[in-house]
């Protein structure tokens, strides 16, 4: 089988300026918040517990593959691109 993924702090999940990061209940946990924050200066690191998931070998970043982010509506005109966003008017 899949061997556990308890103790891998690298499979943190980003979403914009959150970081999502697995903690075990270890005496390492915190030395792992800590230094995320230190190389992600601004983003906001909020740990969650997830020591049933690690068993299945894989943590956060894993289970997000299937997600995904709003697309933004494609133009048929431009050849099926994706459309820019309204422009505000200036004078108005």
């Known amino acids: 089988g ?3 993924a ?3 702090y690298l499979n943190f999940l980003r979403v914009g300026g959150l ?3 697995p903690t075990y209940g270890l005496p390492e946990d915190g030395a792992a918040r800590r230094r995320l924050v230190d190389l ?3 983003a906001e690191v ?3 517990r997830c020591e049933e998931l690690a068993r299945d070998g ?5 289970v997000a593959w299937t997600l995904r982010a709003a697309a933004p509506p494609l ?7 994706p459309m820019a966003p ?6 108005e």
């Open 2 to 4: 899949i061997p556990s």
């Open 6 to 8: 308890t103790g891998n």
């Open 19 to 21: 970081v999502v990061l």
């Open 40 to 42: 992600l200066p601004g």
């Open 46 to 48: 909020v740990p969650l």
């Open 58 to 62: 894989g943590v956060l970043n894993c």
């Open 75 to 81: 133009d048929p005109v431009a050849g099926g691109r």
């Open 86 to 91: 309204p422009h505000e008017d200036a004078d």
